[in-house]
């Protein structure tokens, strides 16, 4: 069966050290997306990429990068881990057009100490 | 930009008991309405959604929602809650024509046996 795996489901780093999330997508997807969940905000978007080399800010971009260079994969990078960073992030892909629902990944869980 | 309110961080109700969640989003010419449900450790399901037509939606578990364009609601509803519901339940939108959501905050349903 197709999926979506993060990894690694948990993770502890120091302020400013650099991280990356994995996430890779077997559905063949071309749309992908990170959010992170923070208690009171619900998710919010990072980055997303609609294919190959394509990549576009979310709504709270600052501090994070993603580069997309075949379709399973989208990592998520953290330049220099800060406090305000400690959250869930999930990664979710989607095929094309609004009738395709978004599938999950089921989260890495983030600390910056 | 797309934002989406619901209106209740908690909601508790009784078994057997119905339940309305709130959503409401802010006003576009058309949207695409989903929504997600997140049991405990996992990622994000696809519950329901609204594209177009008829404007109650029936989704799994028992789950549907109606929307009303000139409330800019879609507010979920079961008639007959079970434990198996606990979980958190977020509204989400998108635009036409753009395939990324904007979440809510989301509510934290449980049921007390």
């Known amino acids: 069966d197709a999926e979506i795996t993060q990894s690694p489901r948990h993770k502890i780093t120091e302020t400013g050290r650099q991280v990356t999330l994995a996430c890779h997508q077997t559905?063949?997807?071309?749309?992908m997306f990170w959010y992170r969940q923070d208690l009171g905000h619900g998710l919010r978007l990072i980055h997303y990429?609609?294919?190959?080399?394509?990549?576009n800010k979310g709504e709270v971009s600052d501090g994070y990068s993603v580069s997309r260079s075949n379709t399973e994969d989208l990592p998520l990078t953290l330049e220099s881990a800060a406090s305000s960073q400690t959250s869930v992030y999930f990664c979710?892909?989607?095929?094309?057009?609004?009738?395709?629902?978004?599938?999950f990944g089921n989260g890495t869980r983030l600390t910056v100490t | 930009a797309q934002s989406v309110t619901q209106l209740d961080s908690q909601v508790p109700v009784f078994e057997e008991a119905p339940v309305e969640l709130r959503c409401n989003y802010s006003?576009?010419?058309?949207?695409?309405l989903f929504w997600y449900v997140q049991y405990p450790n996992q990622g994000l399901q696809l519950l329901l959604k609204?594209?177009?037509?008829?404007?109650l939606v029936k989704g799994i578990n028992g789950f549907e929602a109606e929307f009303n364009k000139s409330q800019t609601s879609f507010h979920l509803r079961k008639p007959s809650v079970h434990i198996s519901d606990t979980a958190e339940y977020f509204c989400?939108?998108?635009?036409?024509?753009?395939?990324?959501?904007?979440f809510g905050q989301g509510t934290r349903l449980t049921i007390n046996p």
């Open positions: 979710a892909s989607s095929g094309q057009g609004a009738n395709s629902p978004l599938h």
């Open positions: 559905w063949n997807h071309n749309n």
């Open positions: 990429s609609y294919g190959v080399q394509d990549t």
């Open positions: 006003s576009s010419v058309s949207v695409y």
């Open positions: 609204y594209l177009s037509g008829s404007t």
């Open positions: 989400a939108v998108s635009d036409r024509g753009a395939q990324k959501l904007v």
